[in-house]
Nanobody, 127 residues
Framework: VQLQASGGGLVQPGGSLRLSCAVS????????VGWFRQAPGKEREAISC????????YYPDLAKGRFAISSDSAKNTVYLQMNNLRPEDTAVYYC?????????????????????WGQGTQVTVSS
């Protein structure tokens, strides 16, 4: 399984970005996809996860109300819509997938359960 994240960039506070994660290389069922981020000097933290077998989504408190995960199955792409961005959202954003297809791992926010990782895309929120 290969994942390729894109869509990062420089945005002003209050602005929006949509990240994309193109997923390829799976044989039967699409894997769940999680989004994580890592800011300089900080640990990697979970942003969201989408279970592709039932479309259930998961968000930590920091993402609720501002971030939304979705997918386009025809394009094998998962998106992360980010609204009302803040300077503290500045980080490298990664998409990742667990080894088993279908549901998000338990717990979804633990990066140890994700086997496949994209290369990351930089998001900078600054005026």
């Amino acid at each position: 399984v290969q994942l390729q994240a894109s869509g990062g960039g420089l945005v002003q506070p209050g602005g929006s970005l949509r990240l994309s994660c193109a997923v390829s290389g799976f044989t039967l069922n699409r894997p769940a996809v999680g989004w994580f981020r890592q800011a300089p000097g900080k640990e990697r933290e979970a942003i969201s996860c989408l279970s592709t077998n039932n479309d259930i989504t998961y968000y930590p408190d920091l993402a609720k109300g501002r971030f939304a995960i979705s997918s386009d199955s025809a394009k094998n792409t998962v998106y992360l819509q980010m609204n009302n961005l803040r300077p503290e959202d500045t980080a490298v954003y990664y998409c990742a997938a667990p080894q088993r297809p279908g549901g998000c791992p338990f717990p979804y926010y633990s990066d140890r359960w994700y086997t496949y990782w994209g290369q990351g895309t930089q998001v900078t929120v600054s005026s």
